[in-house]
């Protein structure tokens, strides 16, 4: 979001304030909410609580908004007389009246020796309190325009949708007093894909026509928008200094990219659009997961979870994404993105010796990762993978030629060692027959090699399994 506001509170005799270049912001009000205006939706949607009309409450704010309008217009004169008229209505009720004068008399009698007197004026039409009566309900169109329903009756999505229509409403209408923060846990929540969308999208409308700035917590990819990583924080937790959080500027990117092969080519003017131009949902998981094996293509993409559970690394109960970018060439670029946010990666791709593009994208590749293109593309003649280590100790798993062929070659060379019957082209066969995609048909043929000959491990997965087990530690790999 533009023109981003940010402080950090330090404890020292007290709370102090300050800004992000670290210089001291003195409090003018005397309170820590009047200086630093926040409103909190937990993810535990208190419905009753957010339209309560305590000050710090939205619907206080929202109140205390509105007749701060009423004060500034031309109103209060004519307000207050109705106001007026509408106690000496009540005056006319002969209990009500007898009631203030005694309830003044008796407190007088009680304490002769003080000077105090008690007035008694309820004032309960005020412009603030006659706000207050207020009731929110809903009505069912279904069942009619005189069948209302109270909002406690609704379920949690509907109070949910009715809580962020409020706020939308308020950033619209008063935007003075509309800033600070607005702080929402989980806006996911009891909302589909396309209105996690739309929501983003509000929440864009909010900041842009208010002095708001949202701050949101979520684990949904829709919220994520890979262009704007400059908005993105992930929260981790550092065993010796506890809860950190990792954020990443424009120039930051720009000058490890250009670090990394990037040539110049990359500017805080354009880096932005850099990423906008192939970021889809897949990619967006990246920053969910604990671990990411960032691959070229669709074939890696639905084969590599096949892979991890034969050696017993269940990803989605590990938090390993298998993230492909749309090509070897745009590794590189989410290699860069995902490394400055902290997220380890194994990079797996083929060497293509026999694609015309492979002397190109080979040099990509090895100019980001300080790598030798000879290295990239010289694989041993029995050998069907490399794996090297690049700079900043990056884990590179390279397929010789693509990951099919090296697949085929591999488990024809198990068969040969092992004296079984070679059934590959079978399954090649069979796959036909179903018409699949060149990545679903390979995840075919790897999960009818693994039903058919369990003993059979190709042979980078160990590699693979010793590359996880250092980061997961995990004792049921087997």
């Not at 209302?148 to 229509?165: A, F, H, K, Q």
């Not at 559970?309 to 989410?334: A, H, M, T």
């Not at 004296?419 to 079978?426: E, Q, V």
């Not at 699949?436 to 048909?441: A, H, I, S």
């Amino acid at each position: 979001m533009e023109d981003v506001w940010s402080s950090k509170v330090m404890r020292e005799n007290g709370l102090k304030y300050f800004d992000e270049n670290g210089n001291r912001i003195w409090p003018s009000q005397g309170n820590v909410k009047e200086d630093f205006p926040c409103i909190y939706l937990p993810a535990q949607r208190n419905i009753s609580q957010t339209l309560s009309f305590h000050k710090w409450t939205l619907m206080g704010k929202i109140a205390q908004a509105l007749n701060k309008r009423i004060k500034e217009s031309n109103l209060t004169e004519e307000l207050e007389k109705k106001f007026n008229e509408i106690m000496d209505v009540f005056d006319k009720i002969g209990e009500f009246k007898q009631f203030k004068e005694d309830f003044a008399l008796f407190f007088e009698e009680l304490q002769t020796t003080a000077s105090y007197k008690l007035k008694v004026d309820f004032k309960p039409f005020t412009p603030l309190n006659y706000f207050k009566t207020i009731n929110i309900l809903v009505n069912d169109k279904v069942l009619g325009e005189n069948y209302d329903i109270d909002i406690e009756e609704l379920g949690e999505g509907t109070r949910n949708l009715i809580v962020l229509s409020l706020l939308r409403a308020y950033a619209k209408n008063f935007k003075q007093e509309a800033q600070g923060l607005l702080i929402i846990e989980e806006p996911e929540i009891y909302m589909h894909p396309q209105a996690r969308r739309h929501l983003l999208r509000v929440f864009k409308e909010i900041v842009k026509d208010s002095n708001i700035q949202i701050i949101i917590t979520t684990h949904s990819s829709s919220f994520i928008e890979t262009e704007h990583f400059e908005n993105i924080a992930l929260v981790y937790k550092n065993s010796d200094k506890g809860t950190k959080i990792r954020q990443v500027t424009k120039q930051e990117l720009v000058d490890f990219s250009n670090e990394t092969g990037a040539g110049g080519r990359s500017t805080v003017d354009n880096i932005t659009e850099f990423y906008a131009i192939t970021s889809n949902e897949k990619l967006k998981e990246a920053f969910f997961a604990r671990y990411v094996i960032l691959v070229e293509g669709e074939t890696e993409e639905l084969c590599f979870p096949v892979f991890l559970k034969k050696i017993r690394f269940d990803p989605d109960k590990l938090g390993i994404s298998v993230i492909r970018v749309g090509g070897k060439s745009q590794i590189p670029k989410y290699w860069r993105l995902f490394y400055k946010f902290g997220i380890p990666m194994l990079v797996v791709f083929d060497n293509d010796i026999d694609k015309p593009e492979t002397e190109r994208n080979n040099k990509i590749i090895a100019d980001c990762f300080n790598v030798n293109a000879e290295d990239i593309e010289d694989i041993g003649e029995n050998e069907t993978f490399k794996l090297l280590t690049a700079r900043f100790e990056q884990r590179l798993l390279i397929f010789k030629g693509n990951i099919e062929t090296a697949l085929k070659e591999d488990f024809s060379s198990y068969c040969e060692n092992n004296g079984k019957d070679n059934k590959y082209s079978n399954f090649e066969d069979e796959a036909r027959t179903l018409s699949l995609r060149k990545g679903q048909k390979l995840r075919f043929i790897i999960n009818k090699i693994f039903n058919e000959y369990p003993d059979y491990y190709p042979s980078f997965l160990s590699e693979t399994k010793t590359i996880l087990d250092e980061v997961f530690n995990h004792s049921e790999a087997g």
